[in-house]
């Protein structure tokens, strides 16, 4: 159990970080857009 528990929470922080990532550079992709 304590080794699918800590898969669980790996994938869980993997995913976070993805959806952090991904908003930040559309926030900057917006950014630029509105520069132009």
Same mark, same amino acid.
């Given at each position: 159990? +304590? +080794?699918?528990?800590?898969? %669980?929470? *790996? *994938? @869980? @922080?993997? %995913? %976070?970080? @993805?959806? !952090?990532?991904?908003? !930040? @550079?559309? /926030? /900057?992709? *917006?950014? #630029? #857009?509105? /520069? /132009?």
């Amino acid at each position: 159990m +304590d +080794d699918w528990l800590s898969l %669980v929470l *790996i *994938i @869980a @922080a993997l %995913v %976070v970080l @993805a959806l !952090v990532t991904f908003s !930040v @550079a559309q /926030r /900057r992709h *917006i950014a #630029k #857009k509105r /520069r /132009r």
